[in-house]
C-alpha cells in the first residue's frame, strides 16, 4: 500500500476519535456546570472548568494567543469551530472528510456517504459556534456521527491492511485521550481537598467524558472515587475506552499490519507491545498515578514515539501532522 493511503487511513480514524472526544468533553461540562451542587462556591467552582479542557485537548498555548480569558464562550468557540484551532471539531471532521475523499476506492461508499453528511452538517458553513440548548444537541450529533461511522467501518470492510491501520488510529488517539484526561483530572486533585459533594460531581463528569459512567456503576457498587476511576480508566481489561484495552488493540493491530509487511520494521509493534505490558501487568492504578511507575507523561511520551515509530515504518516523509 503506498504511504500516503496508509497515512490517510490512520488519521482518518484518529480524526474521527478526536471530533467524538472532544465533543463529549464539552457535553458533559455543560451538564457539569447546569448541575453543580449547591455547596459553598460549588456553582463557580464548577465554572471554572471550561479551562481543563484547553489541557486535556493540548490546545491551551495556542488558546492563549486568540482569547484573554478562558470562558464558556471562548472555550466553546475555540473547540468547535475555530478557525486557528486544528483540534477543534470542525477540523477534526473536515480533516476527516479530506482523508476519506481520497480513500473512495479503499472505503465502502457507505463510509464515504456517513463521513460526507456529517461534514456537512457540522463542520461545513458553521462560521460560529452553537449557543446555549444548542450546544447539547450538537455535540450528541457529533458524538452520533462518529458511532454510525465506526459502526458502518466495521460492517462493511474486509479485515485488511486498511482496517488494522484504522483500528490502530483509533486506539492510539483513544489511548491518548484518556491519559491527558487523567493527568488533569489528577493535576487538580493536587491543588487541595474541595467539598465532598464537588469531589463526587466531579468524578461522575470524569466518568461520563470517557462514555464510563454507566459500565462503572455496574462494576462498582460503591461511590466513584479517585483510585477505583483511576483503576477503572486504566487497567479495567474489558472497558473498551479504558486504557489496558485500547494499548491491546493498538498493538493487535499493528500486529496485523506488520505481518502484510514483514520486511519493515518493527519498532512500533515492539514499542507498543512495551507500553501495553506495563499497563497489562500493573498490580494497582496507583502505581502509575502516585509512584510514576511508569508515569502518565512518560506514558504519553511513549504513545508519541510509536505514532513517530509508524510515520518512519510506514507514511514516509509525508505523513500529516496532529
Known sequence: MLSRLASSLFWLARYLERAEHTARLLEVNVHAIVEAPLAPGGRGIVAEQWAPLLRVTDSEGEFRQHFERADGASVVQWLTVHEANPGSIRASLTFARENARSLRDRISTETWEAI????????AGRPRP???DALYAYCADVREASHLVAGIIDATLPRDLGWYLMVAG??????DNVIRTLMVRYRRADEGPVAEGLEAHRAMALLKSMSAYEAFRKRHRAAPGPASIAAYLLLDPEFPRSLRRALA???EALQAIASFNPQTSGE???QAGWL???VAYCPDASRIVDDGEPSLQEMLDALADIATAMGRTYF???SPAA
Open 130 to 132: 452553537p449557543e446555549d
Open 316 to 318: 514516509g516523509e509525508g
Open 170 to 175: 483509533r486506539s492510539l488517539e483513544r489511548s
Open 249 to 251: 488493540t493498538l498493538h
Open 276 to 278: 501495553a505490558a506495563q
Open 116 to 123: 460526507n453528511r456529517a461534514y456537512h452538517a457540522l463542520a
Open 268 to 270: 512500533a509493534v515492539r
